[in-house]
T-cell receptor, first 116, second 110 residues
Framework: DVKVTQSSRYLVKRTGEKVFLECVQD?????MFWYRQDPGLGLRLIYFSYDVKMKEKGDIPEGYSVSREKKERFSLILESASTNQTSMYLCASSWVGGRGHGETQYFGPGTRLLVL | DAKTTQPTSMDCAEGRAANLPCNHSTISGNEYVYWYRQIHSQGPQYIIH???NNETNEMASLIITEDRKSSTLILPHATLRDTAVYYCIVSNFGNEKLTFGTGTRLTIIP
């Protein structure tokens, strides 16, 4: 079974702190994604990566950066956390396969971040 | 990406079939229909996907209309563990990104 793990289930940080959210997948997937989920807004894509050291902006990249130094690990960085970044953060990975396979994303359990 | 429309919420009695509709009237010929679900406090879970033929796996069946403008996810014998938010998504050709809407909150009633 594919396993996507996230470093923390719950995190409390203060405004202005630098925050690192780590995600690791064990299935050698090329693609990795970071989403945030807020009530009434569904999941929104922040960044994704289709290869080591490659990254693409998603729909809401402002205030975030990412790092992918190794294929299995994708980090989301909040350079200076703000209260409006309080949210559930979800990491996912997928295989680059034939048509109709690459979009099958496997999600981690999520990190609930509270910024005070 | 084509957009989808789903009911905000639905109830279904335990043991009955749950039929979740999705409209995707602007879907293009090379777009697939994907279904995911999210159980409370967990990450989303892939259920099934299809292009134009009906599909079935161990979790569910997917019925896509002939004009592909709508689809229905069927959970044949719903259990309490099927209570979740269900997302219907269509995906552009060659685009690995998925756009999740707000989905349908399905509640299974004992």
């Amino acid at each position: 079974d594919v396993k996507v793990t996230q470093s923390s289930r719950y995190l409390v940080k203060r405004t202005g702190e630098k925050v690192f959210l780590e995600c690791v997948q064990d299935m050698d997937h090329e693609n990795m994604f970071w989403y945030r989920q807020d009530p009434g807004l569904g999941l929104r894509l922040i960044y994704f990566s289709y290869d080591v050291k490659m990254k693409e902006k998603g729909d809401i990249p402002e205030g975030y950066s990412v790092s992918r130094e190794k294929k299995e690990r994708f980090s989301l960085i909040l350079e200076s956390a703000s209260t409006n970044q309080t949210s559930m953060y979800l990491c996912a990975s997928s295989w680059v396969g034939g048509r109709g396979h690459g979009e099958t994303q496997y999600f981690g359990p999520g990190t609930r971040l509270l910024v005070l | 990406d084509a957009k989808t429309t789903q009911p905000t919420s639905m109830d279904c009695a335990e043991g009955r079939a749950a039929n979740l509709p999705c409209n995707h009237s602007t879907i293009s010929g090379n777009e697939y229909v994907y279904w995911y679900r999210q159980i409370h406090s967990q990450g989303p879970q892939y259920i099934i996907h299809g292009l134009k033929n009906n599909e079935t796996n161990e979790m569910a069946s997917l019925i896509i209309t002939e004009d592909r403008k709508s689809s229905t996810l069927i959970l044949p014998h719903a259990t309490l563990r099927d209570t979740a938010v269900y997302y219907c998504i269509v995906s552009n050709f060659g685009n690995e990104k998925l756009t999740f809407g707000t989905g349908t909150r399905l509640t299974i009633i004992p």
